[in-house]
């Protein structure tokens, strides 16, 4: 195979091309595991996005018409202008026999297909601020995978949090795969979800910090199987767990079948992230019996540390199985204290004599037979020194010797122990703290989760007389982050499906709970709702007009939400009714001392960006990567250089000098972007600043970023 594409390249170097490609994906499928077809790469129209020489597009059906466009995709080759219309000249791609036309320019929408590169940027569309020096979330309308691809370069792992409700896949258009709603007669709809998630995902792992984080993934039983066997295979690396959550106690029909009160939630852990020790309330008790108080407060009781024997047990505890771990231990004749340790014996060495005065303690088990203890000689000495070592009752062998595994001496020196001394032998004494917080359960009857209650009606009390299909309850989002994100007051969460904008909502909750400054990035595309689509198609309207975009999702619902719920006024200025509930208690009234902005993604062209003609929209993207705090700088400074609070901008390298001065002096700068095709006068200029600041060479880092990092 591929000597013959090689062949086929040498005589049509495009065809090569992608015959390779297929092969690479042929290639790569599991024998076993999930197997799926991954359909041709996804495509998405870019409404609104000016028509270029060299871009693939297509032409829309008249306006007035609601059957659907032509979807073959052509090349722009050129434009003319006849009788003062624009028209582009197009030839149609993918075909053996040339076909050509001209089309008039306002009668085309761009396409992008997912193979290939994109060079993004991001157009300010209004913010609302009420949050001092806090950081901005940012909300992004744009085609979410391409976003993603955006976030390698502001927040490559940099993500703490990752909160997605992904559609579910109910066959009742609630989602497209190539600009086609995906219904319950398509017989692909479950391959095409899967691919459509695989793709983002495999971009996700990119942006989670490896060291500490979490991916929430919330769906119901039509993917839950498919998808749990498709977070195992993108994420090799990660624990992986499944919750059950009560989110409609009356149930939905399934026709025939149980009614469906429950959904569920994928958490996937990656590196030290575990779910926090909170305080829970006895709704989390993964019983509802009477005596679930019993058990609270039996949890809640002081405990003593867990000291457990030095033996080994189990697999691996013969001597000749571990050599290494047979030795004497020498202790005092009345059990008081270990006196000495002794080293490792060889198999085939005798035993040393016994020491005047002392016990000799070996490993010995219940049948006489010569086992080991848990670690070798130094290891031992070493958790002596720290207390984790004493002697128990008397035995026919000498002692029992206890110690304090990793986790259990870990819990010791924690805030769950209190350390009141140390015994005559050195080892530590200990006691539990009164202590109310638990893990989870894995099954959450949670009143607050109940997403008619708390979703929908709270949505519109934020938004009256506007309506979203199955928005989250607000406290089932802030619940399940909590656990991951309480410790941490200045995470980032991302949401790349943010729909209602819950999560960005909830992680104000969480800031005002405590103080934090963490921050939410929510991604979510414009698209106008199916039913709607038709209406407006009659009226002449297309994507891209003024009067279709108002009433896409993000600019009539999310950004709204989101702006309602910081000013705590609705959309037409007036207070917002209720109060917020649970875990914090206030008027909605009174909103968030919090920050946002709003986005919209935009392509750009290696061109105009590496040529300075496309700061402005890459400009966003600095700001984003140093933080989303303070000051943007969003035009070339005048004196070639510029500072704000969080970075700096160099674009004239012979004002390096003050540039490093002023970068110096700010204290607060994180990344200094030099601009330079010279890589020799980058360094030198990066050698000047202080070693707290990363330096960015632009515009290299960009281009290669999206040029290489991508895996095209």
């Known amino acids: 195979m591929t000597d013959l594409i090689a062949q086929a390249k040498a005589k049509d170097a495009e065809l090569g091309r992608e015959l390779e490609r297929e092969f690479k994906v042929l290639s790569a499928r ?47 080759l050129g434009f003319e202008r006849k009788v003062g219309e624009r028209l582009a000249k197009l030839d149609l791609i993918g075909v053996a026999e040339t076909e050509t036309k001209s089309v008039a320019v306002d009668d085309l929408v761009v396409v992008a297909e997912f193979r290939d590169y994109i060079y993004p940027g991001l157009v300010s569309t209004g913010k609302v601020e009420r949050g001092g020096d806090k950081p901005f979330h940012t909300v992004i309308n744009g085609e979410n995978f391409h976003v993603l691809e955006a976030l390698t370069f502001t927040h490559r792992g940099k993500i703490d949090a990752i909160y997605i409700d992904p559609p579910y896949n109910t066959g009742a258009r609630d989602w497209k795969y190539n600009n086609d709603y995906v219904e319950a007669e398509d017989l692909y709809r479950h391959s095409k979800w899967l691919a459509f998630m695989e793709r983002r995902l495999k971009v996700v792992k990119e942006l989670l910090n490896p060291e500490r984080s979490v991916l929430i993934v919330t769906i119901d039983e039509k993917e839950y199987l498919r998808l749990g066997l498709l977070l195992e295979q993108v994420f090799e690396e990660a624990t992986i767990q499944m ?14 079948g149980f009614r469906r009160t429950d959904e569920y939630l994928f958490f996937v852990m990656f590196g030290s ?68 340790v002794g080293e490792t014996v060889p198999l085939d060495a005798p035993l040393p004599q016994d020491k005047p005065g002392l016990v000799t303690i070996w490993p010995l088990r219940s049948d006489g037979s010569q086992g080991v203890w848990q670690v070798g000689p130094e290891e031992l000495r070493k958790r002596i020194k720290q207390g984790r070592v004493r002697l128990g009752r008397a035995t026919s062998y ?19 122990f209190e350390i009141k001394g140390f015994a005559d032998d050195g080892s530590i004494i200990a006691e539990g703290r009164r202590d109310t917080r638990r893990i989870a359960p894995s099954q959450w009857k949670i009143a607050a989760h109940n997403a008619s209650e ?69 991604v979510t595309n414009n698209e106008v709702a199916a039913d709607e689509q038709a209406a407006l198609r009659k009226a002449g309207l297309r994507p891209g007009d003024a009067d279709w975009e108002k009433l896409g999702i993000c600019d009539y619902i999310t950004k709204p939400r989101i702006d309602a719920a910081i000013t705590g006024k609705t959309p037409d200025g007036r207070d917002i009714e209720g109060d917020y509930k649970f875990t914090d208690e206030f008027p909605m009234a009174e909103g968030f001392e919090e920050n946002a902005e709003f986005f919209t993604l935009t392509y750009e062209t290696p061109v105009t960006v590496s040529h300075n003609r496309a700061f402005g929209r890459i400009a966003p993207l600095l700001w984003m990567r140093a933080g989303s705090e303070g000051g943007r700088i969003d035009a070339l400074p005048a004196k070639g250089w510029e500072v704000v609070d969080t970075y700096g901008l160099l674009t004239d390298l012979d004002k390096a000098a003050h540039f490093c001065k002023a970068v110096e002096a700010k204290g607060s700068t994180r990344i200094a972007y030099i601009v330079t095709d010279d890589d020799r006068r980058f360094q030198a200029v990066a050698r000047r600043l202080p070693d707290s600041v990363e330096p960015v060479r632009l515009y290299e880092t960009y281009l290669t970023n999206f040029r290489f990092s991508m895996g095209r």
């Open 30 to 76: 599991r024998s076993f595991g999930l197997n799926f077809e991954r359909h041709r790469p996804e495509s998405v129209e870019l409404p609104g996005r000016p028509v270029r020489k060299g871009d693939k597009v297509r032409v829309l059906p008249p306006r007035g018409s609601t059957v659907k466009g032509d979807q073959r995709l052509w090349k722009v």
């Open 273 to 340: 992230a575990t779910p926090a020790r909170l305080e829970l309330g006895s709704e989390w008790s993964s019983s509802a019996s009477s005596n679930s108080t019993e058990r609270l407060e039996e949890s809640a009781a002081p405990s003593a540390p867990e000291w457990t024997s030095m033996m080994r047990r189990g697999s691996h505890a013969a001597r000749r199985e571990r050599p290494g771990l047979f030795f004497p231990i020498y202790a005092a004749v009345d059990g008081s204290k270990i006196v000495e």
């Open 243 to 256: 919750v059950s959550s009560v989110i409609n106690p009356k149930g939905a029909s399934r026709g025939v």
């Open 454 to 522: 708390h979703g929908t009606a709270l949505l519109r009390n934020l938004l009256p007389r506007r309506t979203f299909p199955f928005p989250k309850s607000l406290y089932a989002v802030e619940d399940a982050l909590r656990f991951f994100v309480k410790e941490k007051s200045d995470a980032v969460i991302l949401d790349f499906f943010s729909g209602s904008g819950t999560t960005a909502h909830a992680v104000m909750r969480l800031n005002r709970q405590d103080g934090g400054r963490r921050r939410c990035i929510s």
């Open 398 to 416: 000498g002692f029992v010797v206890n110690y304090l595994p990793d986790g259990a001496y870990a819990a010791v020196m924690s805030d769950r």
